[in-house]
Every structure is written in C-alpha cells, then in structure tokens.
C-alpha cells in the first residue's frame, strides 16, 4: 500500500495551493478519504473528509469556504485545494484513507508565510 502526497510548498498569505495524493495498493473507490494537518507545536487535526462516491464532502470550521476535497477514482487520487491561505494553515498536511482499515502518508509541508 502507498499514500504519497506532493504539492506543499511557501505560499504568501491570500494564496492557493493544490495538494494531491496518490495512493496504489487499495481498492480506492470504495474507501473514504481525508485530510488532516498538524501545526507545529499541536496535536493532528481533521480537515477535510469525502465519501467514496465522492458525493458529501465534510469540512471543519477553519477551513469552510476555502478549500475544496475531490477525488479522481480513476487516477486513486484525492486532492485537496486550498485558497486564500492564512499563517494559520501552516502545518504539515496528511492524506488518509478509511474503511476497515485506515491507511496513513507520510504528509507534504504547507507554509503559510510573507
């Protein structure tokens, strides 16, 4: 199994970032997908969540309205879009995928930062 995420980076404050994450090895269109994200210094914290049809998307309150969680099913891939980014969304952000088992990456650095 791998969950590989890619497209953090430093990003001013008022940017966008598109994060995505592959995954192989699962069966990926019938597992719920995630983000998460932990700041330095905090615990990890539930970001985003996308049912495995891709239909209800959840978000938390921090982030409502400015991110978007998708999926291609045909790629095994999630991403997660991220606008008007705020010194606050800095933080190394992690994909998983949930059903009986949960699967983990190894997480991509968002800098949020003039």
């Known amino acids: 199994v791998q969950v590989v995420e890619s497209g953090g980076g430093l990003v001013q404050p008022g940017g966008s970032l598109r994060l995505s994450c592959v995954t192989s090895?699962?069966?990926?269109?019938?597992?719920?997908m995630n983000w998460y994200r932990q700041a330095p210094g905090k615990e990890r914290e539930w970001v985003a969540g996308?049912?495995?049809?891709?239909?209800?998307?959840y978000y938390a309150d921090s982030v409502k309205g400015r991110f978007t969680i998708s999926r291609d099913n045909a790629k095994n891939t999630v991403y997660l879009q991220m606008n008007s980014l705020k010194p606050e969304d800095t933080a190394v952000y992690y994909c998983?995928?949930?059903?009986?088992?949960?699967?983990w990456g190894k997480g991509t650095l968002v800098t949020v930062s003039s």
């Open positions: 996308l049912t495995s049809t891709g239909i209800i998307n």
């Open positions: 090895g699962f069966t990926f269109s019938d597992y719920n």
């Open positions: 998983n995928a949930r059903r009986l088992i949960t699967y």
